[in-house]
């Protein structure tokens, strides 16, 4: 059994940060892939970024350059830094757990097994 549970969002004015965490449970912690996920209403959940076991990282194109995921295995927790927000940026945002240390598509919600309840990021114009 996996829980997830998200914090950090919030109201930011465009051209701000924010940096979310995901507080994991489970003795796998360190062994297993995670990614973030951002949802807006009507819309399908969409890919942000992810970390594989060994660290190694994927983006969406529409992020990249701004957004940084990493994760600390001693505190079990993984973390999105979110610089130069835009508007378009605004979205529920979730984070996902795999059981498996490597995927081979880090950005299908198909990989992931568990999810958070997720948290609100809003940037202002």
């Known amino acids: 059994q996996v829980q997830l549970v998200e914090s950090g969002g919030g109201l930011v004015q465009a051209g701000g940060s924010l940096r979310l965490s995901c507080a994991a449970s489970?003795?796998?912690?360190?062994?297993?892939?995670m990614g973030w996920f951002r949802q807006v209403p009507g819309q399908e959940r969409e890919f942000v970024a992810a970390i594989s076991m060994s660290g190694t990282t994927t983006y969406n194109d529409s992020v990249k350059g701004r957004f940084t995921i990493s994760r600390d295995n001693a505190k079990n927790t993984m973390y999105l830094q979110m610089n130069s927000l835009k508007p378009e940026d605004t979205a529920v945002y979730y984070c996902?757990?795999?059981?498996?240390?490597?995927?081979?598509?880090?950005?299908?919600?198909?990989?992931?097994?568990?999810w958070g309840q997720g948290t609100q990021v809003t940037v202002s114009t």
């Open positions: 996902a757990s795999s059981i498996y240390g490597t995927l081979s598509d880090y950005g299908s919600r198909v990989s992931y097994a568990y």
């Open positions: 489970g003795r796998t912690f360190s062994r297993v892939a």
